[in-house]
């Protein structure tokens, strides 16, 4: 079943639902606390990570479904050692033993997820991972920006008909295309895409936010964050901008040690994030000029046209007795230079608000 919302332009967008949840346009952003490695390798601390996140308004935990196996083989020789990023000299398969989430774990976290009343799903990195997750009956799949470029693994993914969930980190336009056709061919209807910078961290002045509308404008899907800059003033400019998914690395706190520690975010982080979110999402409203409800008491702080000395009946209107001032209670100051010259109606005393009854009628337009 496709879902579809119209966005700010009045665009037909196809939306998400997960477990009930409606996610595009106009929806409440869903926010996806990534566990990745923070666990590590500890039971009771994935758990931890779980009610912490919860507790700091995550719609959902997300988890990474791979062994060093099925990402890469084990060989030393230098084309599989790490360079240029917080893994400077591991293995591949080193930091993939380090980092993976034993499967053994997901039918508990998935029960712990179900008592907390919040999503969990993961990120299949091979057909492996994908039939363990379908056999786990995850509500959604996500493909990460490394793999957009594996078609084969999302024809598989998409086949299964769950809404989809695609990084884009690192990849064009056309790569981008490729995948979102690929999808759809393969028999996805709701697929969403996340804007990714895949640097760890990633500096805020390569995240290039703007993006965000234009993928939903070209793709024709909801956009999000898959973001991994230190701080939580980017997710909140990405809502500004029409995210609707924000995910965020979460860990119970950067004192401890691992892989994705150093750019994760620390419960009350987190908190505050969700937070500085749903206050964007309000903000946000729709096109409307006008008065707000809130504003109709101000409108007397308005200037408006008042009659600033006695005047006679018949007395002239000049510069010296009507002036544009504060408050609100008289004609619009753009009458002021049609009035000028019209005579009073009637005696008129100093603060009287100007009305249309003051003028002569014959006079008045």
Not at 33 to 46: G, K, T, V
Request: glycine share 6%; aromatic share 8%.
């Amino acid at each position: 079943m496709s879902f579809f919302t119209k966005n700010e332009k009045g665009n037909m967008i196809e939306s998400l639902q997960i477990n009930g949840k409606l996610i595009g346009p106009g929806s409440p952003v869903y926010i996806i606390a990534e566990m990745s490695a923070n666990h590590n390798q500890d039971f009771s601390r994935a758990v931890q990570i779980m009610k912490a996140a919860k507790a700091a308004g995550a719609d959902a935990v997300k988890l990474q479904t791979y062994t060093p196996d099925t990402l890469t083989i084990n060989c030393d020789n230098d084309l599989f050692r790490i360079k240029d990023t917080l893994w400077n000299g591991k293995l591949l398969y080193e930091l993939y033993a380090e980092a993976s989430t034993p499967w053994e774990w997901y039918p508990k976290l998935k029960e712990i997820a179900r008592e907390l009343e919040m999503d969990i799903f993961s990120t299949a990195f091979d057909l492996t991972a994908l039939r363990f997750l379908e056999e786990m009956e995850v509500p959604v799949h996500k493909i990460s920006s490394f793999e957009i470029v594996d078609i084969p693994l999302i024809e598989e993914v998409a086949s299964t008909g769950k809404p989809l969930i695609i990084s884009t980190g690192m990849a064009t336009q056309e790569e981008i295309g490729d995948a979102v056709r690929t999808a759809r061919a393969s028999g996805a209807r709701q697929i969403a895409l996340l804007k990714c910078t895949s640097a760890y961290p990633a500096p805020p002045e390569e995240m290039h936010l703007r993006t965000i509308p234009d993928m939903a404008e070209t793709f024709q899907a909801p956009v999000g964050l898959s973001d991994h800059t230190s701080g939580i003033s980017v997710p909140s400019a990405a809502v500004a901008l029409g995210a609707c998914i924000i995910e965020k690395h979460f860990t119970l706190s950067r004192e401890i040690p691992g892989p994705d520690s150093a750019f994760s975010l620390e419960p009350h982080e987190f908190r505050k994030m969700v937070d500085e979110v749903r206050t964007v999402e309000k903000a946000l409203g729709s096109v409307r000029y006008g008065a707000k409800e809130q504003e109709q008491k101000s409108k007397v702080f308005r200037r408006s046209l008042f009659v600033i000395r006695n005047m006679e009946e018949g007395e002239s209107f000049d510069r010296d007795n009507i002036r544009s001032i504060r408050p609100g209670f008289g004609l619009p100051p753009k009458h002021y230079k049609d009035i000028l010259g019209k005579k009073a109606a009637t005696f008129i005393p100093r603060g009287t608000p100007l009305e249309w009854k003051h003028i002569k009628q014959d006079d008045a337009d």
